[in-house]
T-cell receptor, first 115, second 109 residues
């Protein structure tokens, strides 16, 4: 069984559209994350949820809205897509974000291309 | 927040040990050092982490300098499947992982 799964794997869409990426983890973890990896390969954290509550919200346009219906899911909704949103988006989970020795488990990524 | 310095890339021969260095001179005394790797077209994967003592697991060993300003990830016998970008990542005061550019490890058969 896949520990952290994301759908879709690829997403190609036009500028101005609204799209969602779904993430599910079956590890029983309390914390989930969304990262963005741009063309230069830097990974930047976007959001973190702990037990369905938003913990970290980095400087991300408010067109990006995470939603956590339950502890095992963290979905990312993006409104009014822009060219600069093209990137690979990774979902991750960990048992306890507040622990310094916590380990994060990543999904396979969703490659978003905005035309 | 601690910053890291890693070589952009390194090459190694298959079946030989690989030592991947990382400088993190501004790390605070309580921040863990994490290492992750990212294989081509995959999500990052945890490798190892440590605080002060050297650490070993089935994937690798982590040697941490006594002053904690640097660390070295050791792959004891590199295989072609170890070709990846390796990230040395200190955690910050909010326990977030601060990702840098990493080291691209190239394994030559």
């Amino acid at each position: 069984d896949t520990a952290v799964s994301q759908t879709p794997k690829y997403l190609v869409t036009q500028m101005g559209n609204d799209k969602s990426i779904k993430c599910e983890q079956n590890l029983g973890h309390d914390t989930m994350y969304w990262y963005k990896q741009d063309s230069k390969k830097f990974l930047k954290i976007m959001f973190s949820y702990n037990n369905k509550e938003l913990i970290i919200n980095e400087t991300v346009p408010n067109r990006f809205s995470p939603k956590s219906p339950d502890k095992a899911h963290l979905n990312l909704h993006i409104n009014s897509l822009e060219l600069g949103d093209s990137a690979v988006y990774f979902c991750a989970s960990s048992q306890d974000m507040a622990g310094g020795s916590d380990t994060q488990y990543f999904g396979p990524g969703t490659r978003l291309t905005v035309l | 927040d601690a910053k890291t310095t890693q070589p952009n890339s390194m090459e190694s021969n298959e079946e030989e040990p690989v030592h991947l260095p990382c400088n993190h001179s501004t790390i605070s005394g309580t921040d863990y050092i994490h290492w992750y790797r990212q294989l081509p077209s995959q999500g990052p994967e945890y490798v190892i982490h440590g605080l002060t003592s050297n650490v070993n697991n089935r994937m690798a060993s982590l040697a941490i300098a006594e002053d904690r300003k640097s660390s070295t990830l050791i792959l004891h016998r590199a295989t072609l499947r170890d070709a990846a970008v390796y990230y040395c990542i200190p955690q910050d005061s909010n326990y977030q992982l601060i990702w840098g550019a990493g080291t691209k490890l190239i394994i030559k058969p």
